[in-house]
């Protein structure tokens, strides 16, 4: 008679780079748009009423653009697990936490300081700008602080609140698109309603991914003592 030896079941896991190359992915959309800027400002192209104030001065947002482009791609690269356990992490968010803050110190700068034409703009979006933008550097500064005393969850989830504000140019092009298919170009109201979208959006997905890692800390710390537990029953 022979006893049958129950196989555990094999458990699929997501590809652990699907995360970080559809976020690389969505990245390429305010990256073209600031390739193309910046080839605007370095070609001498004709300037007209939406890009005087790039000409006028040059520095913000070419900083912006450089600051964003590292911070969004190599912190896509840093929701790898793989990379966060080694080495590769660590010198890459040297470069990722500045960027960032060049990210957001730059938005801030040219949001306070550019004359912005009524259409690419939407009435209290400069408020929004300006709230998320100080958010976004306090982000960083706050997870900088948590790695340096030694809190791995505090920073990870301070630094994913920082990408999901960076990352909003990308998804308020996926809200924009279908919007303007159905609707055409929004009013200035719905201009600004559809950016906060874009910007809300990112930060409940971060917020859901950060209860996620909890969730699993809390899992993998309780299962040495769940199996002491069992032993010793």
Do not use: C, K
Not at 89 to 105: D, E, K, N, T
Not at 220 to 225: D, E, K, T, W
């Amino acid at each position: 008679m022979t006893t049958a030896t129950a196989r555990p079941r094999a458990v699929r896991r997501r590809p652990e780079w699907l995360v970080p190359a559809g976020l690389i992915a969505l990245s390429l959309v305010p990256i073209v748009a600031g390739s193309a800027r910046l080839t605007q400002l370095t070609t001498g192209a004709a300037v007209t009423a939406e890009n005087a104030r790039f000409f006028d001065s040059p520095v913000p947002v070419v900083a912006h653009i450089i600051g964003s482009s590292l911070f969004l791609v190599l912190g896509a690269l840093q929701f790898a697990p793989s990379l966060r356990r080694r080495r590769w992490h660590r010198i890459a968010g040297r470069v990722v936490a500045p960027a960032g803050l060049v990210s957001a110190l730059s938005a801030l700068w040219m949001t306070v300081f550019y004359d912005i034409p009524s259409t690419v703009t939407g009435p209290g979006l400069p408020a929004i700008r300006i709230v998320l933008g100080t958010t976004m550097a306090a982000a960083i500064v706050f997870a900088f602080v948590a790695i340096r005393r030694g809190d791995v969850r505090t920073h990870s989830a301070w630094m994913t609140r920082a990408y999901a504000i960076g990352m909003g140019a990308g998804t308020q092009v996926l809200v924009f698109l279908p919007y303007t298919l159905l609707a055409g170009a929004p009013a200035p109201v719905a201009y600004t309603l559809l950016m906060a979208a874009g910007w809300a959006i990112n930060l409940v997905i971060a917020e859901l991914v950060i209860r996620r890692r909890a969730r699993a800390g809390r899992r993998r710390s309780g299962a040495p003592m769940a199996a002491t537990g069992a032993r010793l029953s």
